[in-house]
Each structure stands twice: as structure tokens, then as C-alpha cells.
């Protein structure tokens, strides 16, 4: 007979950090095609319901799941695991700030935008014109000037 554990065993079943930097990435890749989450359900005969709770990191996605959102998004499984690291995620890479800019429809016209950009020296451009935006002590505070 054995002695119960000391120390408690992750429920396998219950969503983590690594689930939300999942769907923050199925999120994303949703929106660079253009796709509503009623499209991408629709596709992978789901309710869109379950789509939002993939993508908040509510629900986990298993693997044969993944491999058919894989092919809808016509991205690799690795794509949806980028930024991960073995105890979760990186901090540099964390599912929260990604998920919360992705809910902000600012971001997602700008994504949209970006992604309709198809010559690669525009896009560094952007980029370095976001990021100089960005570091504005003054945008940053919320104030004109």
C-alpha cells in the first residue's frame, strides 16, 4: 500500500499557461487570415463559443483539435507553440499581454493592415515606426504633448 502524496498533482485536464499561449496564438494567426471565429468554428464544425474558449485558454486543445486548426490556419503545429518555453511561457513572450492587445480592435485593424503588406522592407519599416511610436513618453502616458 502506498503513502498518499505530499505534494499535489496537476489536474491533466485543467486548462494552464501554456493553454492560453496556444489560443493567444490561434488568435492571431486567425486574425492574419481575416477569419471571424464563426468562419473558423464553421470550418472546424465546432460553436464559436468553443473557438472563444480555445483561444482565451479556458478550455485545452488536444492534438488531434490542434492538427485540424493547424490546417485551417494553414500554419505548422510549432507555430502555436513559438514563445513557449519548457515551464510555460517566457516572459518576454506572455500569453496575458498578447491576449489583452488582441482585444483591443485598434490592434486588430493594425494586424489586419500589416498583414496585406507584402514588401518585406515596408514592413521593417512599420515595425521600427510602431516601436519608435511606442517608446513616446508622452503616448505612454496617455498625454498630447
Same mark, same amino acid.
Given at each position: 500500500?502506498?503513502?498518499?502524496?505530499?505534494?499535489?498533482?496537476?489536474?491533466?485536464?485543467?486548462?494552464?499557461?501554456?493553454?492560453?499561449?496556444?489560443?493567444? /496564438?490561434?488568435?492571431? =494567426?486567425?486574425?492574419?487570415?481575416? *477569419?471571424? #471565429?464563426?468562419?473558423?468554428?464553421? &470550418?472546424?464544425? $465546432? %460553436?464559436?463559443?468553443?473557438?472563444?474558449?480555445?483561444? /482565451?485558454?479556458?478550455? =485545452?486543445?488536444?492534438?488531434?483539435? *490542434?492538427? #485540424?486548426?493547424?490546417?485551417?490556419? &494553414?500554419?505548422? $503545429? %510549432?507555430?502555436?507553440?513559438?514563445?513557449?518555453?519548457?515551464?510555460?511561457?517566457? =516572459?518576454?513572450?506572455?500569453?496575458?499581454?498578447?491576449?489583452?492587445?488582441?482585444?483591443?480592435?485598434?490592434?486588430?485593424?493594425?494586424?489586419?493592415?500589416?498583414?496585406?503588406?507584402?514588401?518585406?522592407?515596408?514592413?521593417?519599416?512599420?515595425?521600427?515606426?510602431?516601436?519608435?511610436?511606442?517608446?513616446?513618453?508622452?503616448?505612454?502616458?496617455?498625454?498630447?504633448?
Amino acid at each position: 500500500m502506498s503513502e498518499p502524496r505530499s505534494e499535489p498533482v496537476p489536474n491533466q485536464r485543467s486548462a494552464n499557461s501554456v493553454d492560453g499561449h496556444v489560443g493567444s /496564438r490561434v488568435r492571431l =494567426r486567425r486574425l492574419e487570415l481575416g *477569419l471571424s #471565429q464563426e468562419k473558423l468554428a464553421e &470550418q472546424l464544425g $465546432i %460553436t464559436f463559443q468553443q473557438v472563444q474558449k480555445y483561444e /482565451r485558454g479556458t478550455n =485545452r486543445i488536444g492534438a488531434s483539435r *490542434l492538427h #485540424q486548426i493547424a490546417i485551417v490556419l &494553414q500554419a505548422p $503545429i %510549432t507555430y502555436f507553440f513559438e514563445g513557449a518555453t519548457d515551464a510555460g511561457i517566457s =516572459r518576454v513572450n506572455d500569453a496575458t499581454p498578447l491576449s489583452q492587445a488582441l482585444s483591443d480592435p485598434a490592434t486588430v485593424r493594425l494586424v489586419r493592415a500589416f498583414a496585406t503588406i507584402s514588401d518585406p522592407q515596408l514592413k521593417q519599416k512599420a515595425v521600427g515606426i510602431i516601436e519608435a511610436i511606442a517608446e513616446t513618453p508622452a503616448l505612454k502616458n496617455g498625454t498630447d504633448g
